[in-house]
């Protein structure tokens, strides 16, 4: 071996050695990827692709620690052609072009294809992205991209169109813990079990934060154990080691405490304290809690505690739970509180969950009779000869924008399911429902005594041509 080659070799040997745990620990094989068996387990469409190294170009999207980059190594491993690696943070259209050249030199004169990895693929623009397209649209470039960003926002569509979208998702806590039991392995040092299930709690579904959290607390009971004159094999990395990791405090909070927190987070929502609801909802997210699991809770919490109250908190929960997904964790934190401090402040009414239990009630337990003939569809051929639609009165073509009309079954005319409160803006709907309902109202009187509609109130003219153009809204 050459001298140079000698001193290449043992520099590659002592950055392997210095390489960090999560780099050390890349798999080497498909087997040893952890978390991902929707692509890559026995029989997927990912590995069989990899497997026969008839991989087309692919997106793979995902959070960050989820296995994009150990994907693409494993591919560069086990494919026949090239192999070329890109971060679109630093690359730059000149870059892509120089791929592009070697490509179809290394095409013409050994005949081999080339792929190309490009990490963080959502950092590129638009013309940088575009001078990809050549490559990919001929087959001259097998692309595949990786990123933590939704690739339908931040990839443009013909780029997108010619790849295959692979979807990785966050490692569940048996992947993680696996993760740890292979970066203790490695390190050669052990962990008390509470440690373990704080690391994986606080991981995020994040495999890379695993171990990096996992590679310091290890520094710290090893240098422990060292002071103590014992060798690092004796270390034994404790919870207190991974709070120092962490840099954040260990909450109880196992199975009884996830189901408490939250119970108690809801009712103070409900009970419309904002200063206990923010409490909660800071201890959820300290321990770790999935974020889209409190957005779900303060979306049903809108209808089934406020509802008709402030039907503007439905917006706002609706409004959090999509940033949980477009932002993610840290920054989502700040919408979940934004929703919570506002539905805890909002007037409340169960009106909707009482109404809708109360007529799912009566259509289980009672007959619900049929559909009044005028409500029924009425738009087809022959409907008219069955009577359906025949004397339905169009709301819009009234001057009030409704008129008094039988909309329930025979069965359960007169039956009232939702029983509004006077709380906020369910007041005002109370009221207008309450005067189009009251018998001593003129309008109601004058339609129930068969008065004929002012003129140029939007009735029937005798030419029916009015009539014509409701028949077409029934």
Same mark, same amino acid.
């Given at each position: ?196 299930? #704080?690391?994986?709690?606080? $991981?995020?579904?994040? @495999?890379?934060?695993?171990?990096? /959290? !996992?590679? &310091? %607390?290890? *520094?710290? =009971? ?75 809770? #303060?979306?049903?919490?809108? $209808?089934?505690?406020? @509802?008709?109250?402030?039907?503007? /908190? !439905?917006? &706002? %929960?609706? *409004?959090? =739970? ?153």
């Amino acid at each position: 071996m050459a001298s140079g080659d000698l001193f290449s070799h043992a520099a590659g040997e002592q950055l392997s050695r210095r390489a960090p745990l999560a780099a050390r620990l890349r798999p080497q094989r498909l087997d040893d990827v952890v978390g991902q068996q929707h692509l890559l387990g026995p029989g997927r469409p990912l590995r069989a692709l990899i497997e026969a190294d008839r991989l087309s170009s692919v997106v793979l999207w995902g959070p960050p620690g989820t296995g994009k980059t150990s994907v693409a190594q494993l591919i560069a491993l086990h494919t026949a052609k090239a192999f070329e690696q890109l971060s679109a943070v630093s690359a730059s259209v000149r870059d892509v072009r120089d791929v592009l050249e070697r490509a179809t030199e290394r095409l013409g004169q050994q005949g081999a294809g080339t792929i190309l990895f490009l990490d963080e693929v959502h950092r590129f623009n638009k013309s940088q992205q575009d001078a990809l397209l050549p490559g990919v649209e001929s087959g001259l470039l097998v692309l595949i991209g990786a990123t933590t960003e939704n690739p339908f926002f931040e990839l443009n569509p013909p780029l997108l169109s010619r790849s295959t979208l692979f979807r990785l998702e966050p490692l569940d806590d048996d992947a993680l813990r696996l993760l740890v039991e292979r970066g203790l392995a490695m390190e050669g040092v052990t962990a008390d079990p509470a440690a373990v299930t #704080l690391l994986v709690d606080r $991981s995020g579904g994040d @495999g890379r934060h695993v171990l990096t /959290s !996992l590679e &310091v %607390a290890v *520094a710290l =009971a090893v240098r422990r154990e060292a002071a103590n004159g014992a060798p690092a094999a004796a270390a034994v990395v404790g919870e207190a080691d991974v709070e120092d990791a962490l840099g954040t405090k260990a909450l109880r909070y196992g199975r009884d405490e996830h189901f408490d927190v939250v119970s108690a987070f809801i009712k103070s929502v409900r009970g419309s304290d904002p200063d206990a609801a923010v409490h909660y909802l800071a201890r959820m997210l300290e321990a770790g809690e999935d974020a889209r699991f409190i957005a779900r809770r #303060l979306v049903i919490l809108a $209808s089934e505690d406020i @509802g008709m109250a402030d039907s503007q /908190s !439905l917006v &706002v %929960a609706d *409004a959090a =739970a999509r940033a949980v997904e477009f932002v993610g964790l840290p920054e989502a934190q700040l919408n979940l509180a934004h929703a919570t401090v506002h539905l805890a402040c909002a007037p409340k009414s169960n009106s909707v969950t009482t109404a809708l239990a109360e007529a799912r009630g009566d259509v289980r337990d009672h007959p619900v009779g049929e559909v009044p003939p005028q409500l029924r569809d009425g738009h087809y051929r022959g409907a008219a000869r069955l009577g359906h639609g025949v004397g339905y009165e169009y709301p819009h073509d009234d001057p009030r924008g409704w008129v008094p009309a039988q909309y329930l079954p025979d069965e359960l005319e007169g039956r009232r399911y939702w029983r509004p409160t006077q709380h906020g803006d369910e007041a005002a709907a109370a009221d207008a429902l309450a005067q189009r309902r009251s018998t001593d109202h003129p309008l109601v009187r004058r339609h129930r005594d068969g008065a004929q509609p002012d003129a140029g109130d939007g009735s029937a003219t005798p030419d029916g041509s009015d009539q014509a153009q409701r028949d077409g809204r029934r």
